[in-house]
């Protein structure tokens, strides 16, 4: 097929790749994740000379997804990968680019579901009890971990925290998240005690317009691999069993929340997730561990010594 600028491929990427900045308002991170993806698949349409987005057939996608599956990639990288290229030729179609979607109906590998790794409230109460807020690092780190386990928020969110998002009269702070949709989470008390106990150290280092609210010793904005490092640190320094990083505070504490109310929607609302089949894998943690409780518990359970 003779090649047109509204037919060509890298054309239409660049077409996509503004249309996500603007309409869906996408992280500039999860554009460039995009970005790249979609352009190692046109990578391999050139080299079979396609540069046509009508060229491109169910049949090109299934060849794709066979060199994906000899690199050795695993299931859950190649349903991502095949995701972004689903939802490019979606776009496409949506435009009238192109007059099929060779991507409509093409199956992809299932995704293993692997249950988050989490720590039990005795493991969190401790952990956390023997770190004293007594200088300027230790207060701050301890008012993140307690933070990251009493509100259930991502890394990304934590770092984006203002003194502004904090009511701490009412105990609550506001929560930016994915797509820049904003939530209320609860503060819990000890975190909440942390939180005041931090302040009286970060006012003697923030200058006057430095709203974050976690910040360094020179009074700049904590990057995310310094909250994820300090993590670490506390884990190792305090032996705990398994690295220690903010998604297992966080997943500890829907898990906790969870088997305390069963009440899915209040997780999924706490945790900001837009779909309740995200938040539905702390069901079947919660199962787990029920099932470990009953294999321990119950008479007719217990193995034979």
């Known amino acids: 097929m003779a090649d047109t600028s509204e037919t060509r491929i890298e054309h239409n990427l660049e077409r996509y790749l503004a249309y996500i900045a603007v309409e869906k308002n996408l992280s500039e991170k999860t554009i460039n994740s995009y970005a790249v993806t979609l352009q190692a698949f046109i990578n391999f349409l050139s080299a079979r000379n396609i540069d046509n987005s009508k060229d491109v057939s169910v049949h090109t996608l299934r060849g794709y997804l066979a060199q994906l599956h000899k690199q050795g990639l695993k299931s859950k990288?190649?349903?991502?990968?095949?995701s972004s290229i689903r939802s490019f030729f979606s776009f496409l179609a949506q435009q009238k680019l192109i007059d099929i979607?060779?991507?409509k109906g093409l199956r992809t590998p299932k995704i293993e579901k692997h249950l988050p790794k989490t720590l039990d409230v005795d493991e969190v109460s401790i952990f956390l009890d023997q770190i004293q807020a007594v200088d300027f690092i230790s207060s701050?780190?301890?008012a993140i971990m307690e933070l990251f386990y009493s509100s259930g928020i991502r890394l990304s969110e934590l770092q984006g925290l203002t003194l502004d998002d904090f009511d701490l009269n009412d105990a609550f702070i506001r929560v930016t998240g994915k797509?820049?949709?904003t939530r209320i989470a609860p503060i819990g008390q000890k975190a909440m005690a942390s939180l005041k106990v931090w302040l009286t150290f970060r006012k003697l280092h923030a200058t006057d317009d430095q709203t974050a609210m976690f910040i360094t010793s020179s009074g700049n904005v904590l990057k995310q691999r310094s909250?994820?490092?300090?993590l670490e640190y506390w884990g190792k320094q305090l032996a705990l069993p398994a690295r220690l990083h903010p998604h297992k505070l966080r997943h500890s504490c829907a898990s906790h929340f969870l088997e305390s109310s069963s009440d899915l929607r209040a997780v999924q609302e706490l945790l900001g997730h837009a779909d309740l089949s995200t938040t539905q894998i702390y069901t079947h943690l919660d199962f787990q561990h029920l099932a470990n409780v009953y294999d321990s518990a119950h008479p007719r359970a217990k193995k034979k010594k």
């Open 77 to 82: 990288s190649i349903a991502q990968k095949m």
């Open 101 to 103: 979607n060779p991507a």
């Open 140 to 142: 701050r780190d301890k």
């Open 179 to 181: 797509g820049n949709k």
């Open 227 to 230: 909250i994820q490092a300090r």
